[in-house]
T-cell receptor, first 110, second 110 residues
Framework: DVKVTQSSRYLVKRTGEKVFLECVQD?????MFWYRQDPGLGLRLIYFSYDVKMKEKGDIPEGYSVSREKKERFSLILESASTNQTSMYLC?????????FGQGTRLTVV | GQSLEQPSEVTAVEGAIVQINCTYQTSGFYGLSWYQQHDGGAPTFLSY????GLEETGRFSSFLSRSDSYGYLLLQELQMKDSASYFC???????????FGKGTKLSVKP
């Protein structure tokens, strides 16, 4: 069974902290993605990666960075967390037209 | 740019049929897919249409008309467990990327 695992289900961080969200997939997929989901706005793409050490900005990359040192792991980094980054963060990998999502990390920045 | 439009909410009764529409604007087209997301859960893949016509998977069907830039998801014999948000998605301009609509919240009433 395919699996995308996010390191935390819930996180609470303070404003200004550096935050790491980790995602691991066991399907050997090349493409991995980070989305954030907010009510009424759907899923918005932050960054994606189509190969190790490769990354591309999505629609809302400001305030975020990513790291992909190994094929199976894609990390999202909030350099200095702010309250407007409170959201649900979803990691996904894709094969063809199908995306497989992790369970999501609900991040609250206080 | 790329955009998808779908209704924000739909309500139907148990046992009925409901259709969720999606219109899209893309530069290049590589197929339309549908995802289901229950409250608190991750999106899960439902169907993919690469060519015009109807694809059927049990109680769910998906339709695509490329000439009209339009597709729909048809849910038959509605059950309470079908209450969820449904997203249409198209591949973006970069390889493997997926752009999502804002989602349609389906409420199934007894």
């Amino acid at each position: 069974d395919v699996k995308v695992t996010q390191s935390s289900r819930y996180l609470v961080k303070r404003t200004g902290e550096k935050v790491f969200l980790e995602c691991v997939q066991d399907m050997d997929h090349e493409n991995m993605f980070w989305y954030r989901q907010d009510p009424g706005l759907g899923l918005r793409l932050i960054y994606f990666s189509y190969d190790v050490k490769m990354k591309e900005k999505g629609d809302i990359p400001e305030g975020y960075s990513v790291s992909r040192e190994k094929k199976e792991r894609f990390s999202l980094i909030l350099e200095s967390a702010s309250t407007n980054q409170t959201s649900m963060y979803l990691c996904a990998s894709t094969l063809g037209g199908e995306a497989f999502f992790g369970q999501g990390t609900r991040l609250t920045v206080v | 740019g790329q955009s998808l439009e779908q209704p924000s909410e739909v309500t139907a009764v148990e046992g009925a049929i409901v259709q969720i529409n999606c219109t899209y604007q893309t530069s290049g087209f590589y197929g339309l897919s549908w995802y289901q997301q229950h409250d608190g859960g991750a999106p899960t893949f439902l169907s993919y249409n690469g060519l015009d016509g109807l694809e059927e998977t049990g109680r769910f069907s998906s339709f695509l008309s490329r000439s009209d830039s339009y597709g729909y998801l048809l849910l038959q014999e509605l059950q309470m467990k079908d209450s969820a948000s449904y997203f249409c998605a198209v591949p973006g301009r970069s390889q493997g990327n997926l752009i999502f609509g804002k989602g349609t919240k389906l409420s199934v009433k007894p």
